[in-house]
């Protein structure tokens, strides 16, 4: 039988069937998927065979196959086995719930969000929540930021979940697809999950930053039908979209207007620096890059070792 995995709790997978019935699953022998070791082989999201056994009266399901991921998004333990444990697969688009105060949401952690959402070959959408708020030097703001990110490919749209503003276009981009919402605390996540299919739950928006902090425990995905079609993905405990490790080369791939230009840059493995005959850098000065990108690629590329692969990083 073919099915959909909506919650993996360790070794046990509630999986749907084709027929609308859910099966409790276990795996059999070694699964191992696109050469990474993970935790979970199995993950919200997947799209398993499985067959049905009986035990007496029970009936349980033993998953026999994955099918090929489109995208996974995975996060490494923070104890020191560092092993990998894969989040969720198959993910048609992540929205990030944008706020200019209230909390503010600064554009390096948009960007971050972005990079992140390009190096899983995920869509990304942002929504910027709460626009029934702002007064008119915020909502230019708001204007600014959509126009920036529109031009450099990202669907932008302007959302309030209480006025209910846009909301319907939120909604046809969730049909029949699978999507996950991310955003700091306070910026409107089950407000909004609310008003898209009243009462539906989702732990995401209701477990406290505080609390995560201090949260070594594991959390796991799960997944809900959407009554107008499609799913949801609740991703308790994961805030923002994990870390993912790149060559620092690869960085600038996963920031599309760089990209673009990166075949003008002199240097094939051009790091946009200090390099002569740089198109980013040129690009920048012209205005036609902005600053803020640029600002959270340097904030990448030099804060952050976590991102890139140890023996690069080290070279
Ligand atoms: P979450 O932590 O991301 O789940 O955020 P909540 O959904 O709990 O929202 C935090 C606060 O913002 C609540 O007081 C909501 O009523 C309020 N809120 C959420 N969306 C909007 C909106 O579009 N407009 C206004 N005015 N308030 C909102
Ligand atoms: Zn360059």
Redesign the pocket.
């Known amino acids: 039988m073919k099915g959909l995995v909506y919650k993996s709790t360790g070794s046990w997978y509630s999986v749907k069937a084709e027929s609308g019935t859910f099966y409790d699953c276990r795996i059999k022998g070694k699964f191992r998927m696109d050469g990474i070791k993970s935790t979970n082989p199995v993950a919200v999201g997947d799209h398993v065979d499985f067959d049905i056994e009986k035990k007496g009266d029970e009936t349980v399901g033993v998953i026999k196959h994955i099918d090929e991921r489109e995208n996974y998004i995975i996060r490494k333990s923070v104890n020191l086995s560092k092993q990998t444990h894969i989040i969720a697969a198959n993910i048609d688009v992540a929205f990030l719930?944008i706020t200019l105060n209230?909390p503010p949401t600064f554009t390096t952690f948009i960007d971050r969000f972005l990079v992140t959402a390009e190096a899983y070959h995920i869509k990304a959408v942002l929504l910027f929540?709460?626009?029934?708020?702002y007064n008119e030097d915020e909502l230019l703001e708001i204007k600014f930021l959509a126009a920036l990110y529109r031009k450099i490919g990202y669907e932008c749209i302007g959302?309030?979940?209480?006025?209910g503003k846009n909301i319907d276009k939120v909604k046809a981009l969730m049909q029949d697809k699978v999507t996950m919402f991310s955003?700091?605390?306070?910026?409107?996540?089950?407000?909004?999950i609310?008003a898209l299919e009243p009462g539906l739950s989702l732990k995401?928006?209701?477990i406290s930053e505080q609390h995560l902090q201090g949260q070594h425990t594991t959390t796991f995905a799960e997944m809900f039908d959407l009554s107008f079609g499609g799913q949801i993905i609740d991703t308790p405990g994961i805030k923002g979209f994990g870390v993912v490790e790149m060559d620092k080369e690869e960085l600038g791939d996963y920031f599309p207007e760089f990209f673009e230009l990166k075949e003008n840059c002199k240097f094939n493995n051009c790091l946009h620096l200090e390099e002569p005959h740089c198109a980013v850098k040129e690009a920048l000065e012209n205005e036609e890059v902005a600053w803020s990108r640029y600002k959270s690629y340097l904030q990448i590329l030099e804060g952050e070792e976590d991102h890139f692969r140890k023996d690069i990083y080290e070279k």
Do not use: E, Y
């Open positions: 719930l209230n929540n709460k626009i029934d708020t959302i309030s979940a209480i006025t955003g700091h605390s306070g910026v409107g996540k089950s407000t909004l609310n995401t928006s209701n």
